[in-house]
């Protein structure tokens, strides 16, 4: 028998380094929020851009990264109940002392997220899931 002359290889790649959002200068940041709502090319350009959007939480004003700026794995966090990592993560610095002092409830914070995805121009809306099949098959 002759010897497997197949050889597999590995690929290794360094990790990609954290990158934290940079804000936009104020006077940027005024032109784009004036608004409720967010045009479609905005909101490419604030996640383009990283930065924060501001949203009410328990009457306070509060800037956090948009969600759709979000990464994975500051996400996961969140789905793991590292909340503390989370905020770290995705509440501006400054805000930072101020939404742990809130220590939202649940309901708040979901609304706080919902407001922060609708001044960053997306939806939150809930998934469907998987459609069913569109075909039939026939009984026996």
């Known amino acids: 028998m002759a010897a497997n002359s197949r050889t597999t290889s590995t690929r290794t790649t360094a990790p990609r380094p954290v990158r934290t959002p940079r804000e936009l200068a104020p006077a940027a940041r005024d032109d784009v929020f004036d608004d409720e709502e967010t045009s479609p090319a905005a909101a490419q350009e604030i996640e383009a851009e990283g930065h924060y959007v501001t949203a009410m939480l328990a009457e306070e004003e509060i800037r956090i990264v948009p969600p759709g700026a979000w990464r994975q794995s500051w996400q996961t966090a969140l789905s793991n109940a590292n909340f503390t ?40 809306g809930k998934s469907r899931g998987p459609a069913a099949s569109s075909r039939r098959t026939r009984r026996r």
């Open 85 to 124: 990592y989370f905020a770290e993560q995705v509440v501006h610095p400054e805000d930072l002392d101020l939404y742990f002092e809130i220590d939202p409830t649940n309901d708040e914070f979901e609304a706080f997220v919902s407001e922060a995805a609708q001044r960053g121009g997306e939806s939150l």
